[in-house]
């Protein structure tokens, strides 16, 4: 069968392909602790799934506005005041299903064949396919560990050509955890402010599972705002992965190009969600904030449990819910069978002797690296982390 060529442009995502593997090992009988994928390990808040069933009992069953209900585009706004003390107005918000189809709406609409692309490493696997996909070229910046996997402005000024379209970046960040402080985005706003042709992606998915403080949003700067494009979503901070509901925040001129492009892909989300949405956006917190203060706890246990296993290197996530530590102090090492040559055999070998899953750290532009989560509960961490020790020491 001769398939389209787009397919050769960009790889399946490592996340779901470990999370696939797992799934096929534990169909086996195997007894697999899922650590790879980002997927808060509650139940949607009991006030946001009332809201949904009531949606469905008043019947708000059809087609809605592709980029949203005028409500829902309301409550983003109001919620980017409350949070973020950001003014933004219903047409400058497109709501999508998840904020990977918000990042696929705005990479398409800005970025065109031979332009480049600028992604700090570690970053989230989508990012760096979607460029492919949207034809444009991807410029690493790379970060390291004793950064705390931030850049610095000097960075991304020697990164910048004329080529350069856009900046994507998440903070706090998918694998790292860095987080900027408004004193680091002031940095690198006043780079942007000397390229006023480059737009700036900012990831805010992790917002409220902040351990380092307030959140900072580079959008507050207000000289640079016009060419900022905010996405977030409720899959994290409300536990709604399910639900499939991200965010944009542009300028209308962008706000508009992603309403056309994704009303020919998929129109708008689904209206239950866009309903539950309303109410998650605009009332209690509480429930949030509280799986927050339970990653903050796991957070804890597992910088302890790592400290136990030889040749890590790792820094505190000051955000999200992952350890990113560079594990290559086992390239070369061997249990007699199996020989770990780079992360994702390392990744491999812990599936198939430990029957833990992780992600390599390849898939995130940082290749001796590894991605674990802790959005997993209390005891399924801690027993992992037990195979996960076992199994490396059998490495020579």
Sequence with gaps: MQLSSLLDRFAEPETLKMAKLGRELRAKGVDVIDLSLGEPDFDTPQHIKDA????????????????GFADLREAVCTKLKRDNNLDYKPENIVTSTGAKQSLANVIL???DEGEEVIIPTPYW????????????TVVEIRSTLESGFKITPADLEAAITPKTKLFLFSSPCNPSGAVYSKAELEGLAEVFRKHPNIYIIADEIYEYIN???????????????DRVIVVNGLSKGFAMTGWRLGYIAANVDIAKACEKLQGQFTSATCSITQKAAVVALTTDLKPSFEMTEEFTRRRARVLELIKDIPGFKCFAPE?????????SYYYGK??????????ADFSMYLLNTAHVSSVMGE???EPNCVRFSFANSMENIEKAWVRIKEALAKLK
Excluded: C, M
Aim: net charge negative; proline share 4%; hydrophobic share 45%.
């Design 211 to 225: 351990f380092a403080g307030k959140h900072e949003s580079i959008a507050q700067f207000d000289d640079i705002k």
């Design 109 to 111: 609409a800005l970025a």
């Design 125 to 136: 696997v989508t990012y760096s396919e979607l460029v492919k996909i949207a034809r444009a």
């Design 363 to 365: 898939a995130f532009g």
């Design 52 to 67: 949904a069933i009531k949606a469905i009992n008043d019947n708000w069953s059809h087609y809605t506005p592709v980029p």
């Design 319 to 327: 955000g999200a819910f992952y350890i990113f530590p560079d594990i």
């Design 334 to 343: 061997s249990d007699g069978e199996n020989k770990i040559t780079n992360s």
